[in-house]
């Protein structure tokens, strides 16, 4: 897109065009996309909110004015925004993989030497287009046309078959607890849900459980990795005390194909 050039435009319009973006970054949009809208070379929506952030609507406007000076100049804000939501805190040798207000704070502290309240983090966040998300975790060997596909015509069948012969259908899989799992929230552009990537050997609990729709869970510790006979042990446990048929719906894993997991089912 061809950038604009500001100084074709008069001085109200412009003033009016700086308020205008400040307001769309104000109700959640993120700042980058606002100032590629308009036209405008990226580093001036960071000039803006540097100003806004320092004296408000009115350090937008043509007029000169005076207040107390802006603790981030708009190369600093660019700086920070990026650094939020290109990278994950692990990265900046952090202890967990979600950011807060206070790991932000500290960052902001070391790299521009800047001594700022959670209050004012969290309003300066708010000013970049960053909201608290929860974030997915996604397979990147997904295929959505099979997921697709199995949700829609598979699992129907399955269910009817479990009905008729008054099954419960359980949904089977394996986890790993790492003791550097961090649940909650995490601050990112509003509307972009963030995706975390973790890294780093820390000691792990590893579990295999079964939860039915309605909710029903039936879990168990294992000790070391995951293998047909501890799966089969599993499902004798899960098989334990059952009055009726069990569906078991399984992912791939070369564990639940084995022969010896075949034999026993069969």
Not at 47 to 52: G, V
Not at 118 to 144: C, D, F, H, I
């Amino acid at each position: 897109m061809k950038k604009s050039d500001a100084r074709q435009l008069d001085h109200k319009t412009r003033e009016a065009i700086r308020i205008r973006a400040i307001q769309r970054v104000e109700a959640g949009e993120s700042p980058e996309q606002v100032i590629k809208s308009l036209g405008y070379h990226r580093s001036c929506i960071y000039e803006w909110l540097a100003k806004y952030n320092a004296g408000g609507i009115e350090a937008l406007k043509t007029k000169k004015i005076t207040g107390r000076p802006t603790k981030f100049k708009a190369e600093d804000l660019c700086k920070l925004y990026h650094m939020i939501v290109d990278k994950d805190p692990l990265q900046y040798k952090f202890a967990f993989a979600l950011w807060t207000r206070e790991m932000i704070q500290e960052l902001i502290d070391k790299e521009f030497k800047v001594s700022m309240s959670l209050v004012s983090v969290g309003r300066l966040l708010k000013k970049l287009g960053l909201t608290p998300q929860k974030p997915l975790r996604k397979a990147y060997q997904r295929n959505e046309e099979l997921v697709t596909k199995w949700r829609n015509e598979d699992y129907p069948k399955i269910r009817a078959m479990a009905k008729q012969e008054k099954a419960t259908i359980y949904f089977g899989d394996e986890s790993t607890i790492r003791s550097d799992y961090h649940s909650g929230t995490t601050w990112a552009p509003k509307g972009k849900t963030p995706v975390v990537e973790t890294t780093g050997a820390r000691f792990s609990v590893n579990m295999i459980s079964a939860i039915s729709p309605k909710g029903s869970l039936r879990f168990k510790a294992i000790n070391g990795k995951m293998n047909a006979s501890k799966f089969i042990d599993f499902l004798k446990s899960l098989r334990h005390g059952a009055t009726n048929p069990i569906y078991l719906i399984v992912d791939g894993h070369p564990v639940h194909k084995s022969s010896a997991v075949k034999k026993y089912v069969e």
